[in-house]
């Protein structure tokens, strides 16, 4: 835990936003074990594409880091998002009668570009603080959302819905969220004012899009030309 | 001109979704000069945040330049832009009503950060080539724009709407968007099949994000959290 | 003037280089109007290479640049380091008998070449101050030289070699240090310590660069292999 | 094995350089086992500052790939430069008696700082094939060093050289090389006219600073200023 950290006070800051995340019908339906597996079809394909793009991400904040300790950090989210994670989807894909090939051929939505070329812009132009700042949304929203989402007993009767939501509350992954927020509160400690403003907006731009994001598998969202 | 060049062949592929550009209501509404003004103003904000992000595209185009008159031509599109084209939307801004606090202060719109990150993302991480395809969209549509919105008779008696439309339409607009085709025409015929692929890719993104641009203004849009 | 700012004492840490730049024989020859010509016609020819990365490091500062106002300058940088300043070396080149199209074929020499990678790794990994700290040595040791040689009644008598010197002994060169070395101070001033850090060491290794950059005109320097 | 392929093309263009690297005496030395251990200590602490280099560059590499078995290819490697690779360097420098504290603390020599900072412009700058172009002769003249050393038989009679020159004899190694050009060939015929003559120029560069590297640890450089 990071208590009264630069972390704490972004999360504090975004907190109407993140509300959102947690009431939007898409978690709702799927803690209550009623989301159409259809919707949740969409939203595998789509964070598949998504963990692609977040993965350069992490290449690039590997190449950024400051330190040998920070690097390898870094190397290792990178590799484990290449294998663990995406066997996971793949795993998860496989059970809900997504094709392999289809799972690798999906063409990523509105929502998914613009938040992953957030993400890639920060990555190339920004600091590593700023990076692990746009990045910190996704891992730490997930957290909360398998905290909550586990408090449903009737999600633990759906067999798909249950497996995902187990991922997010192992310990592996609470204690990943917490080092990466350590990481983020000792990035903003040590910089400035004007790069710890462009952590904060990068930050509560990506909480936008993790919203949007679980709205735009609920809507199946298509490009309208 | 560059007929049978590769830009021609990215236009033709494009063409359902400029078809879609030239028959948006704000469009339509604009050449019949009866376009509401709140909207045009929405626009011209949103313009002119546009362009502070195309600008930085421009100034990697010229770092990535490989020959000295290339970088001259980006140099100068990006004084032109950091200049003479602020200066019009200011000049139009003033005779809108919006005091130049207000025109500096413009947040962009959803559509307009994934349309800038997009192109910005491109900048940072492709060649020389593909930021020219990713930026050519923008430029030759409004080439077009201008070309027919200028037949409108309704238009030449509205005194802003007719402003804007004829610094589309002038001798040196024109002769800005042939070289810059010129241009994408020799990086793409130097280029390998997977660059020219990835100019084409990032061509017909803009091409989708030009129509939603104009779809943002018209419905002024916002951010839903 | 900007006394008792961060670019101060940067200067201070880098002084003992800097006096061994002063004191190198290829400015001390100069200034005393014996420096043979053609390791002025080499440093001539390598200057212009220079030149052109120094050009992209500035397009990519105005990318990079926060401010409007600040982007404007990296702007009229970037235009005029590939007008203005190729012209006054072009110029320097006619008189001393090096054809444009030699002078345009310049190889980089090999600490031309590590000089500059030093300066464009800064551009794209840093942040703005970053840059700007990394371009600072160039600029204002050129000034320095400037003040200095100057002082010499020789080198007045030299057509080209006065010639040179002038130039960064004009009002508007001094202008430019002046307004250049006010960024950097104020990018510090809002900067973290690891930022301010990261500037110090790319500032006193441009500084080890721009005294290696005399030493290698002086020896005509070439690649050993 | 790709025989005819582009990376043949450069090795052979660059064989005058690869054939000075051959014969460097570093290299003679050691072969003969009679290389004075400062020298190779200094070689030791060297490597280790330019392999956190390297890395970065596989990151950015890894966040450059176009293909998810090519990103992944490049995180292992990244992990393997950042755990495997640095042992190896820590138990040499262990039974060559430098401290840990000390080897992580090594400063790059002016060549180290030359070379890296070429690569890592090549890696930010370029496409991937570019990237890998740059690393290229890295990996590859280990290779064939490691070849021609281990055919002297007092080498073997050396417990650190010998051991060291194992590494790059290993099965495992030489695959990797191999499947390592097996991607430059790729990229270059995916690849126009001038990307390939930026591949074939970052390879050339690379090759004259593996030769520099040796003859900095044979001279252990330092800064003049």
Redesign the interface.
């Known amino acids: 835990m990071s208590a009264g950290g630069f972390s704490d006070r972004l999360r504090e800051e975004a907190s109407?936003?993140w509300e959102?995340i947690f009431t939007h019908p898409f978690l709702v339906e799927m803690g209550e074990a009623r989301l159409p597996l259809d919707k949740f079809r969409f939203y595998v394909r789509q964070d598949y594409a998504y963990l692609?793009e977040f993965?350069?991400?992490l290449?690039?904040?590997?190449?950024?880091a400051?330190e040998?300790e920070t690097?390898?950090t870094?190397?290792?989210l990178?590799?484990a998002s290449?294998?663990v994670e995406?066997e996971m989807l793949e795993g998860l894909a496989e059970r809900l009668g997504i094709p392999p090939e289809d799972l690798?051929a999906s063409e990523p939505a509105?929502t998914n570009?613009?938040y992953t070329?957030?993400l890639?812009?920060v990555?190339?132009?920004g600091?590593v603080g700023e990076i692990m700042a746009a990045m910190l949304p996704c891992m730490w929203s997930y957290q909360e959302i398998g905290e909550r989402m586990g408090e449903e007993a009737a999600l633990w009767r759906h067999p798909i819905y249950s497996e995902w939501c187990s991922t997010y509350r192992s310990k592996e992954y609470i204690d990943l969220v917490d080092l990466y927020r350590g990481l983020v509160d000792r990035f903003a400690s040590?910089?400035?004012?004007?790069?710890r403003e462009r952590m904060r907006r990068h930050f509560l731009?990506s909480s936008?899009y993790e919203?949007?994001f679980w709205?735009m598998a609920y809507g199946k969202e298509t490009?309208?030309?």
């Open positions: 109407s936003i959102r692609m993965a350069r991400c290449g690039i904040a590997a190449a950024k400051e040998r690097m390898r870094f190397a290792s990178l590799e290449l294998t995406v690798r509105p570009v613009a070329r957030h890639l812009y990555a190339y132009s600091t040590e910089s400035g004012a004007s790069v731009l936008r919203y949007l709205d490009w309208p030309v």
